[in-house]
């Protein structure tokens, strides 16, 4: 029988990269292909199945060891792994909490876990930083279908196919053979090609093994494929011309469920937990990248102070952001506490320190290596429990941070609050002070961002205006940032679904199933990719009116509102309660009953006003809505949008801003921009819909949740508050502009 040739062969892929003795792959790497680096990092990252543009088919992005040729700042490196690890432990616990009986190989693959003792553990040895540069391509599935006859043809390998090569004659007329572009996909992350055959536990060797032919003993199928669901596709025996429906078990699932039910008081199971679901390769539910960003800082403080140990300086550090009274212990009750356990010794030898330290400092002397023997004998009575740190003034913030190990980091207002502290000093303050004019408030303009700053009259008018406009907006300061550092990075998939539980839909109910967090595939050199893109782009902070937040919330009856002597950001970390890594409590109608509490509020107002001013700097700068970020920091009131990319920065808010500054504002409180064309259908479901202020999920904070029209404009309450709750009253609304 003479033998044709495919697209992949007649690439050279095959014959290049095959070995005709074994049928093993070769040592060489696989073809590659040039991305965008934000498309190789999520869109076409390893384990996606992708159609090549050169007309070979379809194929599976595989990963390619591209080293950064200098390391990483360690504050990233770190910060990246602690992303992850929180990452892991979310999922986990969300899919636990759904699905209390999965085993832990269910919800997290190898690397995320310790098999010995459970624990979710990240071990940078097992990752590698990778450049997201070049990724390679291999043609998956090797299944083929006669468009004629509608016969399959299958390969174990690509060598296979090399070898074997497709029949140019089928059945006794010209061959017409095209990959199946349907495979199957399963909640553990796994895909296989949609075959006939299935898999089937053995008792007697206690492992799957796969069913490969027709009970006539026959392993020639056809797919009957002509109708519209996957439902009424069937395979026939060309044999027999028996037919079975589109069915596979998830053979890792099968032998794990089978080997536990074996065991005394074991779990039956359903096969709906088996099966595999036929998914298009197109179909967004066959690869969810999982990743993450935040803003770079230079100094490595906030990563320090986040470490268990650091809880004292935490909560120091919290007092100086937010001006909590805070008490130090006085020299008498650390000079009582020590002497009481037999070391005065040591408070001897650190008066007589400081005392020397004093001295040279005052004479202008270096006196750093004493200031180090000081410190050092104080944390040691610290360390050892002898004295308290200090106590601040806010018991509700001291247990915050004291039990703040299992909050969704991104939404963690401690943490972001440090951050944006750390944020405003070093891309803020010092950009403004510099020579080179990094951060600019646009109400005091430099020449590139307003042509006639030099001009008294002509500037005095600008302020009036913006100042007017940004009065009405709510908005007490704004500062277009040149250049700001921002870090994303993909670290995983998941199939089926983006989020750690997918309902699985049988007759009259939902079955809740986990879904696996899977790593991306190893590599040559035995570590698990890490894609990282670091930008240097503008991006426009705002910091809302606190006082007029203040009053917004007192007016739409926040039932937890703080009383006049504290201040709102001090309430805000005082009455938090973590919103879960995906916001389950904020999603749909089943969880209504939420109550407006001061935290969700403020959180939807900055989410839903960081929206509505990603679309007006879309509309106003030519940039794509999905290439605009956010970064939201909601115990200071405040958020930042940038420009997301890797290609050179041309200055598109700049020039925006010296072109339409005005239109830009004013676009913002538009009535007509707070429309949505899906008008009352949008109102009823929470007031946020594709039609009007949501983004792309790559661009969103948070998943398109906790987000509202009606905060902005006023209108019915979101779906997932109680049952009769009144409308709200929007921060737009006149009645705030005093």
């Not at 759904?98 to 997290?108: G, N």
């Not at 006859?149 to 059945?171: H, I, M, W, Y």
């Not at 801003?657 to 109102?683: E, Y």
Request: proline share 7%; net charge neutral.
């Amino acid at each position: 029988m003479a033998f044709g040739t495919t697209k992949f062969e007649r690439s050279g892929y095959g014959r290049n990269r095959t070995s005709d003795n074994d049928g093993e792959e070769g040592k060489a790497e696989p073809p590659k292909m040039l991305r965008s680096r934000s498309q190789i990092a999520t869109a076409y990252a390893p384990g996606v199945l992708m159609t090549w543009e050169g007309g070979k088919g379809i194929c599976k992005a595989v990963p390619i060891p591209r080293e950064f040729p200098t390391a990483l700042p360690a504050n990233v490196t770190q910060t990246i792994f602690e992303g992850m690890k929180e990452f892991a432990q979310s999922w986990r616990q969300r899919a636990l909490d759904a699905c209390p009986d999965a085993p832990e190989e269910f919800v997290l693959d190898d690397p995320f876990y310790d098999h010995r003792t459970g624990d979710v553990t990240i071990d940078p040895t097992r990752f590698m930083m990778n450049q997201p540069t070049v990724v390679g391509y291999v043609p998956y599935p090797l299944l083929y279908q006669c468009g004629v006859c509608l016969t399959l043809r299958e390969f174990k390998s690509v060598a296979d196919q090399a070898k074997r090569g497709l029949p140019q004659k089928c059945n006794g007329h010209d061959a017409r053979w095209s990959q199946v572009d349907v495979v199957y996909a399963h909640w553990y992350g796994t895909i296989e090609p949609l075959n006939p055959f299935n898999y089937t536990f053995d008792d007697k060797i206690q492992d799957v093994k796969p069913i490969q032919n027709c009970t006539c003993g026959w392993t020639q199928f056809k797919l009957k494929n002509k109708p519209p669901v996957f439902s009424e596709w069937r395979f026939q025996c060309e044999e027999c011309e028996t037919t079975r429906e589109l069915k596979k078990a998830e053979p890792n699932v099968l032998r794990k469920l089978k080997l536990d039910s074996a065991k005394p008081g074991g779990r039956k199971f359903e096969w709906i937990e088996v099966d595999m679901l036929p998914v298009s390769y197109r179909a967004s539910s066959a690869f969810y990248p999982q990743r993450a960003s935040f803003i770079e800082l230079r100094e490595a403080t906030v990563v320090e102070l986040m470490a268990p140990g650091r809880q004292e300086d935490l909560i120091k550090r919290l007092a100086e952001i937010h001006s909590i009274p805070y008490r130090e212990p006085s020299d008498a009750e650390i000079e009582a506490a020590v002497t009481a356990v037999g070391r005065s010794n040591e408070w001897d030898d650190f008066v007589a320190f400081r005392k020397l330290y004093l001295r040279r400092q005052a004479q202008g002397q270096d006196a750093a290596g004493l200031k180090s023997d000081m410190d050092k004998i104080r944390e040691s009575w610290f360390v050892d429990g002898l004295v308290s740190r200090g106590e601040l003034s806010s018991p509700a913030i001291d247990a915050a941070v004291r039990s703040r190990g299992a909050w969704a980091r991104k939404f963690d207002p401690i943490r972001l609050t440090v951050e944006h502290a750390a944020f405003v000093e070093e891309h803020i303050d010092a950009g403004m002070q510099g020579p080179r004019h990094t951060a600019v408030d646009v109400v005091n303009p430099d020449l590139p961002l307003f042509e006639n700053a030099g001009v008294a009259a002509e500037l005095e008018r600008y302020r009036k205006d913006v100042q007017n406009v940004l009065r009405l907006t709510g908005v007490g300061k704004m500062v277009l940032v040149r250049g700001l550092p921002i870090c994303e990075y993909s670290f995983g998939f998941s199939r089926v679904s983006s989020t750690p539980v997918y309902h699985r839909e049988t007759p009259n109910r939902k079955v809740a199933m986990p879904v696996r967090l899977v790593a991306f595939d190893e590599m040559k050199n035995h570590q698990r990719p890490i894609y990282v893109t670091q930008q240097k782009n503008e991006a426009l902070y705002v910091k809302l009116d606190e006082e007029r937040v203040m009053r917004w919330l007192k007016r739409n009856d926040v039932i937890d509102m703080p009383p006049d002597d504290v201040g709102l950001s001090q309430a805000y970390l005082e009455r938090y309660q973590d919103f879960g890594q995906f916001l389950d409590d904020y999603k749909d109608k089943e969880r209504q009953g939420m109550p407006r509490t001061l935290a969700s509020f403020v959180y939807m107002l900055l989410h839903s006003l960081s929206h509505q001013l990603i679309h007006s700097l879309a509309d106003a700068s030519g940039l794509d809505r999905d290439g605009i970020g956010e970064y939201i920091f909601p115990a200071d009131f405040a958020f930042t949008i940038y420009r997301k990319g890797m290609t050179p920065d041309l200055g598109n808010i700049s020039a925006m801003w010296r072109n339409h500054a005005m239109d830009f504002l004013r676009r913002s409180i538009d009535p007509r921009m707070l429309r949505c064309g899906s008008g009352s259908l949008c109102d009823s479901r929470g007031g946020a819909c594709p039609a009007c202020i949501m983004v792309g999920e790559v661009s969103c904070a948070a998943s398109n949740l906790l987000l509202s029209r009606s905060v902005l404009k006023g209108g019915p309450a979101p779906e997932w508050e109680l049952a009769n709750s009144p409308d709200i009253v929007g921060y737009f609304e006149p009645e705030f502009n005093a």
